[in-house]
């Protein structure tokens, strides 16, 4: 996957004071959401917001994109409009 974590957003939040008790008991962030983060998947808007917001930080601090082998095909198809 291209876009990626650049760190492990719950042990980042836990040395801020927020154990993921806290987050899902005071309704900071779903468990749903908790779950993505383990996983590494993807989030809202809502919750990016959220986690810069906690942490103190920008977006960019949180993910970054990196290329992949196969991932031309992308560059030929925006040449092609």
């Not at 993807?42 to 601090?61: A, H, K, M």
């Amino acid at each position: 996957m291209p876009l990626h974590y650049k760190l492990n957003i719950l042990a980042a939040l836990k040395a801020k004071g927020y154990t993921t008790y806290t987050l899902r008991k005071k309704n900071i962030l779903s468990e749903s959401t908790i779950q993505k983060l383990r996983a590494g998947k993807g989030l809202s808007w809502d919750n990016i917001e959220r986690l810069c917001f906690l942490l103190d930080c920008q977006p960019g601090d949180l993910m970054e994109y990196t290329r992949e082998p196969g991932d031309e095909h992308i560059d030929h198809a925006e040449q092609a409009t």
